[in-house]
């Protein structure tokens, strides 16, 4: 078993005595660093002291001390702990350099921060809102922005709970009476701002050939109703012949406002909102958000709780990766079939998770400091028939009626092709980052819960292509399934929960962030806490969303039919990318 | 002609030809044909769009109804089926996608979000269902409904077929259907319907 490297010491204060100071609030951790000397510092940490990965953006309003707040966490991709830095601003003047030359991958975080908590990124090449849309008031995540239906700061709402007089909320706020629209607004005279925007961040519009003809490029639009967009997704393309000259990935259309329901919300009720964020891979969210808090309550969670876990979020992992194939294959034109095969398997893993948790999709499972109930009785003798017997023949059967076949090779070899270097770049995570030749994997580079305990490859492929792509997800079924028949031979009995079960939980102030391999990449949770009952801050590291800022530098040269293969390949969830 | 009496239309039938004729109305043979062939829109907002894609694969197969012919154009579809949360930017895109489907056309809202914003319903960029928008034939209540749920809701959507008459339905009225309005993306989203509404409001204050 390969250890992760340790980390040299660090000390970022000696390195740049002015502008750096350590953040000594108290639960926080991390460094400081004065806003003209950000892309410095970050330079130095990138080329210094090793921090290539910038995993995380996330803004934070502090309405009290009437400052923003942006939070990075940058890790190295050999492994070990991460590093977080902050830059603080005054809320009404909220501008921060962006880091878009030192870490691309922070293009879209950006973008998301810009659009939901209005902090503007000096020197950001295309900073538009990304999940609202042009013409949208205000940025929603300010803590004073109070949405149509706005009822009270937390919950539970004094009108629902403990009286019980509940009501509808368009019967108790009118449809427009909370939204805020700006003094010159006049309706009948409205102009939706439509797309210029977004077509004018496409790279050039003109050519003239060797002739001397002049020819218009064409702009294509995919989406945000088409069957290979996984969704609501749109993409939005500039052709020359058939040849991307530039894409733009144009998301949005399924943004639930996870984060502002999760401030209002309190701890618990959030883990069934995490359930909707990856629908595929519920458990892995759950695991990902529990990891978050009991790190800020500071609690341990049970052996048998913390084996029955890993089970359940390698059981995810190996239903979404089974139904990633076979979408993928859909997209590349073997229409359903191979789906067929991968959903009839997806479906036993489904049944597991009705009879431990209730629900085939939406689990629930996880609490904090343990789980919602034990493994019903026989339970443990399915998932053994299944991880021993039924999948690792069926992942055998597909790998060879699919692998090799020559349709799936011409289109797949060579083609998309996102090297080490790039994948690093923009943040990639996932099976993404490790078919780029990257074996970065949090359950190995920095291990949580008892993922130390098993024996398991991290799977990586060299080339970085699609097809590396799609059989990576092959590899980490197999490794899966090694994770599953160790752990359910080696599960003892005991307790499953620390403590008794509660509804509220005390979470004492300050900030953690707690990140999992998911199926899809790295699952982050930031959270941070002010001692209430509720997250004052609660945000997410989609890897879905983050994943595709590579998107549009990998399709650019290929042909409009690659794009759709391009995209299986990287596996998104709308439900995580919009959140 | 009643439902009840379509089988016993009260007309004989000579015994040499009772093996190959029978006597129906045209209501009953048109809806037997729509409601056995449904083609539904290739339509996924959500998590509710993974369970549709359950059941139409081949533990559930709602093909066994006449429905496995999804298509990915709105000109060629009968049913929409919204299967998840309709958010704000997405409503002007589900309207055109709705106006661009011929007659007759049914809209299945599956699951709590499409029913009735769900447990998004509080956000600022959800709409609190699909029925804010579009008329829904058929609620499907679930998070997300179970693949049986859906066939539940399919078949009601089918007896809801048989009920109908050629002479009654709006789509054989005389003159044009008129298009549902499509929203505007504003400040917030605006229905076209409320904008004398908040032109009075901006006025008095």
Known sequence: MVTPAQAPTLDLVTRFPEGVVADEREGYEGYLVAADKLVEVATALRDEFGFDYLSSVSGVDYIAEEMLEVVYHAYKTIGGPGLVFKVQVARKKAEVPSLMDVYPGVDFQEREAWDLMGINFLGHPDLRRILLWEGFEGHPLRKDWKEAYYEADVKPFKSRWPEGNFFRSEEKATYQANVQYPDKFDPEKWVPEGEDALYGALAKYEDVDNTGLKTDHITINLGPQHPSTHGVFRIATILDGETIVSLKPVMGYLHRNHEKIGERNTYLQNMPFTDRLDYLSSMSNNFGYALAVEKLMNIEVPERAEYIRVIMAEMTRVQNHLFAIGMFLNDIGAFFTPSLYAIEERELVLDIFEIVSGSRMMCNYFRFGGLARDLPAGSLEMIKGLAFERLPRRVDEMDRFLSDNEILRSRCVGQGVLSAEDAIKYAAAGPMLRASGVPYDIRRADPYSIYDRFDFDVAVRYNGDIYDRYIIRMDEIRQSLRIIQQAVEQIPEGPIQTGKPQYQVRVPAGEAYGRVEGPKGELGFYVVSDGKPNPYRYHVRAPSFINLTAFGPMCTGLKIADVVAVLGSIDIVLGETDR | ?205
Do not use: H
């Not at chain 2, 998840?84 to 979000?113: D, H, S, W």
């Not at chain 2, 319903?121 to 928008?133: F, H, I, R, T």
């Not at chain 2, 009920?163 to 229905?191: H, N």
């Open chain 2, 1 to 205: 002609m009643e439902n009840k009496d379509l089988n016993s239309p009260g007309y004989e039938i000579p015994d040499d030809i009772k093996g190959s004729v029978s006597i129906t109305s045209i209501d009953r043979i048109y809806n037997w044909g729509r409601r056995s062939s449904i083609w539904p829109l290739m339509f996924g907002l959500a998590c509710c769009a993974i369970e549709m894609i359950c059941t139409a694969a081949s533990r559930y197969d709602f093909s066994r109804f006449g429905m496995e012919v999804m298509r990915p154009s709105p000109r060629q579809a009968d049913m929409m089926l919204v299967s998840g949360t309709v958010t704000k930017k997405m409503a002007p895109t589900i309207v055109r996608l709705y106006n661009q489907m011929p007659e007759p056309k049914y809209v299945v809202a599956m699951g709590a979000c499409a029913s009735g914003g769900g447990p998004f319903k509080e956000g600022y960029s959800v709409v609190s269902g699909v029925d804010k928008l579009i008329p829904v034939d058929v609620y499907i209540p679930g998070c997300p409904p179970t693949p049986q749920a859906l066939i539940n809701g399919l078949i009601k959507l089918q007896e809801l077929i048989d009920t109908q008459s050629i002479k009654k339905v709006r789509w054989y009225q005389k003159g044009e259907l008129a298009a549902v309005p499509i929203p505007i993306l504003g400040p917030d989203l605006i229905y076209q319907r409320d904008i004398p509404a908040i032109s009075d409001a901006k006025k008095e204050a």
